[in-house]
């Protein structure tokens, strides 16, 4: 056998793993608006090594992804996890909708619900082990919270310090900004100036502000006057702003996209950074009382709102406003009961209402009544509330400023199928954006917009959060009536270089991180 023949057979044979894993073969989109390339993924250890055209580098492991598109773990903007990353079950803890949907990395710690315990937090999520990467903010509600308790009042001069110095703490933690949920009570009760304050601590120490602003509808200030708010608050804290599920919500608001992104955008142009996320569904997700009860009657927490309750010239004063609120969400059959395990669970307002012989505003209050009982913190009760327009969500989605969220909680399907819902319905059939921009602004520029380092992108040197999907079969099982039915279509999703889902499964791995930010220069020395 002659020296060129033995060369050409050392050169076919098989080697040893070079690699850990090669991705090969597929559609590859980098998370970069650039048009995809056909190729390979190299993965070892927790990094991607090589991104390009297909070459023989032998691996551990080879999926075969011809045909398939090969991108960037999706990164969610706006979530509420806790069932599943806080739950004494370990497979719960893999967080199934989400890695269901190809869907890596998670934002959460949003609406103000964000713990300043945030070191402590991130021990014990990483102790138990979750599916996915989570990414914390502190809370101003939480803030708020520990120092003012539920009170309607605004904070003495040594209450505003303290909640500074949490707002501090929680930076110099790691978490990545303050959220806020101006909507929700005791939220609300806070003054423009209080939030700049606290804001403030967060700008100084490189964060951002990612606000529920106080009013996506016309419940208080309205839509514009908040986004104008929310707007100031960052002007005035230096730190960037993001609107959390950007919408314009109700129907005295519908076809005002137009007006909202003006308002974003005259800020844009004057040198400011402002984003947003929205999620692709036409029903928000809230909760009975947050949706219909006036602001004071939550002041002091429930048993204070159970005593109003009860007084009948102070229950007359509460049912007005809610008769108002309920129409400016579309009335009682545009709000379904999401809550699981309860005898409206799947039921509209209206049906409750005829099956109890009463009108809605009652059939409301006996429901806040009875899930409540404990006699403790209101339970919230879930409802998806169908209150806004296509053509607003159409016009938002098209922005090259906001990306996607599920803002996924439980009892709507935007927590297991918000992802390929956008995809099937807006990328596919409607033709709303595109694919480049789908995974874009699912990837790339939410990990910009959130300083996410090393993520969103299919780059060399990059942690490895790579999902693999079939474009046509890519697609939503959760509906409103079932919503809790995992999405299909993903072939296979790397968690920092960890198979955690194949063919729809979880492999069992927890593979996530707490992605927790390098501390400040102005924080104390540990």
């Known amino acids: 056998m002659n020296a060129l023949l033995l060369t050409a057979l050392a050169l076919a044979a098989p080697t040893a793993p070079q690699v850990d894993v090669v991705i090969r073969g597929g559609t590859l989109y980098s998370g970069a608006d650039a ?42 903007a706006h979530t509420h996890p806790d069932t599943y990353i806080r739950s004494p079950d370990a497979k719960q803890r893999l967080n199934l909708p989400w890695l269901a949907q190809g869907v890596a990395t998670i934002v959460m710690g949003v609406d103000g619900g964000g713990t300043p315990d945030v070191a402590q937090d991130a021990r014990t999520l990483t102790a138990a082990g979750v599916g996915t990467n989570l990414v914390p903010f502190v809370g101003f509600g939480a803030i708020r919270g520990r120092v003012l308790g539920q009170d309607d009042r605004a904070p003495t001069a040594p209450e505003l310090a303290q909640e500074k110095a949490l707002a501090a703490k929680a930076m110099c933690e790691g978490a990545t900004g303050l959220s806020t949920g101006l909507f929700y009570a005791p939220q609300s009760y806070a003054k423009t100036d209080e939030v700049i304050a606290v804001a403030r601590e967060a700008g100084s120490r490189g964060g951002m502000y990612d606000t529920h602003q106080r009013d996506e509808s016309n419940y208080t200030i309205g839509l514009i006057g908040s986004t104008k708010e929310a707007i100031e608050i960052g002007r005035q804290a230096k730190m960037p702003v993001h609107f959390a599920h950007l919408k314009a919500l109700g129907v005295d608001l519908q076809g005002q996209a137009p007006q909202l992104i003006a308002t974003i955008a005259a800020a844009r142009a004057a040198g400011q950074d402002v984003t947003a996320d929205q999620y692709p569904w036409l029903a928000s997700g809230s909760s009975v009382d947050a949706s219909l009860l006036p602001r004071w009657a939550s002041d002091g927490g429930y048993r204070k709102l159970i005593a109003r309750f009860d007084d009948p010239a102070t229950l007359a004063r509460i049912k007005v406003e809610m008769v108002e609120n309920l129409r400016r969400r579309g009335g009682k059959e545009s709000i379904l009961l999401t809550s699981e395990g309860m005898p409206w669970t799947g039921r509209t307002l209206g049906q409750m209402a005829t099956a109890w012989n009463t009108d809605p505003i009652d059939a409301a209050i006996r429901i806040m009544r009875v899930a409540n009982k404990d006699g403790t913190e209101p339970a919230g009760v879930g409802v998806a509330s169908f209150n806004m327009a296509d053509r607003d969500v159409d016009l938002l989605m098209q922005q090259p400023w906001i990306v996607t969220s599920s803002d996924g909680s439980d009892g709507h399907p935007r927590q297991y199928a918000t992802f390929p819902r956008k995809y099937q319905t807006y990328v596919r059939e409607r033709k709303v954006i595109t694919l480049r921009d789908f995974i874009r602004r699912s990837t790339g520029l939410t990990a910009d917009m959130y300083r996410i380092e090393h993520r969103g992108y299919l780059r060399a040197g990059y942690y490895a959060d790579v999902v693999v999907f079939d474009p046509t079969g890519y697609a939503p099982r ?49």
Do not use: W
Not at 59 to 69: E, L, S, Y
Not at 511 to 519: D, E, I, M, S
């Open 35 to 76: 048009a995809p390339i056909t190729g390979d993924v190299e993965i070892s250890g927790d990094r991607i090594v090589y991104v390009g055209p297909t070459r023989r580098t032998a691996a551990a492991r080879v999926i075969d992804a011809k045909g398939q598109i090969v991108a960037p773990g999706f990164i969610d």
């Open 478 to 526: 959760a509906d409103y009536v079932h919503p809790r039915v995992p999405s299909v279509g993903v072939k296979a999703l790397f968690v920092n270089g960890k198979l955690a889902l194949q063919d729809g499964a979880t492999t069992g791995t927890a593979a996530g991180r707490v992605l927790l930010r390098p501390t400040p220069a102005n924080c104390p020395a540990p």
